[in-house]
């Protein structure tokens, strides 16, 4: 992806996971371990916005697979702080944020930093490093968002793509290897959360 050049007090934190986390249980959204898989690799990345979707961290979005699949392993039904920290980025560079979700995105993107590259930001971005009762269950209304969001947006697309393969069984299969070859990589897709997003911030 390419990058815009931009200032913003949060971009410190992406340059250069034991999580504290309460027990969750189970979701009812569960449905088998090969559609966790999926999830956990092909899942799009959901953003609050997607203005600023190319600034995206390149490795935020490189590591954003492995925590998933080490969350799935887990058995926690909930998004993993990477998402998190994506999330609320492409929210602040929108305009300003108030004090109960600027402690959770750096707390967040400091976890995420500790965690999986070994970083200590804590003292520079004044962030806290544990979150009140409050700030804790809005982190956590979030992460079920943004889990539930993305598995919800990865089912209407196998759907759709089982739609396309009995449409055209022929067409789709001479299709994709061509697709592979082009790109080289694979790349996640983003999409924008569709649900009312301001009743969180």
């Known amino acids: 992806m390419s990058k815009k050049q931009f ?5 410190s934190l992406f340059e250069e996971t034991a999580n504290v986390q309460q027990p969750v249980q189970p979701s009812d959204d569960q449905v088998d371990p090969s559609f966790d898989l999926l999830d956990a690799l092909n899942a799009p990345v959901i953003v609050f916005s997607q203005d600023w979707a190319d600034t995206l961290p390149e490795r935020f979005l490189k590591m954003l697979p492995t925590a998933r699949l080490a969350a799935t ?17 492409t929210h602040s560079l929108l305009g ?3 004090m109960l979700w600027t402690n959770i995105y750096t707390h967040v993107s400091c ?5 999986w590259f070994g970083q ?5 971005m004044d962030a806290p490093r ?3 009762n409050w700030e804790q269950s809005k982190l956590l209304e979030l992460r079920r968002r943004i889990y539930e969001t993305r598995r919800k947006v990865l089912k209407q697309r196998l759907k ?15 299709a994709q290897p061509a697709k592979k070859k082009k ?13 009312d997003q301001q009743s969180l911030f």
């Open 130 to 132: 544990i979150l009140s």
């Open 7 to 11: 200032h913003s007090p949060q971009q």
């Open 160 to 174: 759709l793509e089982g739609k396309a393969e009995k449409i055209a069984p022929q067409q789709s299969e001479t």
């Open 120 to 124: 200590d930001c804590w003292q520079a």
């Open 183 to 195: 790109s080289g990589k694979k790349e996640m897709s983003i999409e924008q959360d569709p649900s």
């Open 73 to 89: 392993l887990q058995h926690e039904p909930l998004a993993t702080y990477i998402e998190c920290s994506l999330y609320i980025y």
């Open 96 to 98: 300003p944020m108030d």
């Open 111 to 115: 976890q995420t930093l500790s965690d």
